[in-house]
């Protein structure tokens, strides 16, 4: 007994397959975008020629041109700023801590905020930058 089967040539070509492949790819990229960047604390950071990423754990200390402070988002005031690095350091006193301060704000707001992070016995800091584009050498 021979059995027959017939084999058509696909006329149409369906796509909603496709699109839903490429609609949960952009919402894969835009999703894993937005956790790069620190929401709602805004600083324009100054330029360098030479940064270097960080990788290891480290305390987020940013100071906006309005004089607003944040340790890793959470806004504190200049008064309390001491007794909350104390408590996010704990006993871990050589832990890194950055220091995102707004390139229009002087020089002595930031010593301060070393100076009490000093007093309560942190001893590393980094000064967080952008890096400078290139120049193109004609």
Same mark, same amino acid.
């Given at each position: 007994?021979?059995?027959? /089967? *017939? @084999?058509?040539?696909?006329?149409?070509? $369906?796509?909603?397959? =496709?699109?839903?492949?490429?609609?949960?790819? %952009?919402?894969?990229?835009?999703?894993?975008?937005?956790?790069?960047?620190?929401?709602?604390?805004?600083?324009?950071?100054?330029?360098?020629?030479?940064?270097?990423?960080?990788?290891?754990?480290?305390?987020?200390?940013?100071? /906006? *041109? @309005?004089?607003?402070?944040?340790?890793? $988002?959470?806004?504190? =005031?200049?008064?309390?700023?001491?007794?909350? %690095?104390?408590?996010?350091?704990?006993?871990?006193?050589?832990?890194?801590?950055?220091?995102?301060?707004?390139?229009?704000?002087?020089?002595?707001?930031?010593?301060?905020?070393?100076?009490?992070?000093?007093?309560?016995?942190?001893?590393?800091?980094?000064?967080?930058?952008?890096?400078?584009?290139?120049?193109?050498?004609?």
């Amino acid at each position: 007994m021979k059995f027959q /089967t *017939e @084999n058509k040539a696909l006329t149409m070509f $369906s796509v909603s397959s =496709l699109t839903d492949v490429v609609f949960l790819l %952009l919402i894969f990229f835009l999703l894993s975008s937005s956790f790069i960047v620190y929401p709602g604390i805004r600083v324009h950071l100054p330029n360098a020629e030479q940064t270097t990423p960080q990788s290891e754990k480290q305390i987020v200390l940013t100071i /906006t *041109e @309005n004089g607003l402070y944040y340790i890793n $988002s959470q806004r504190v =005031l200049l008064e309390e700023l001491g007794e909350k %690095l104390s408590e996010k350091l704990g006993s871990e006193k050589d832990k890194l801590i950055v220091i995102n301060a707004d390139k229009s704000i002087s020089l002595q707001r930031a010593i301060e905020v070393m100076d009490v992070a000093k007093n309560i016995g942190a001893s590393r800091f980094l000064i967080a930058t952008v890096q400078q584009p290139k120049k193109s050498r004609p």
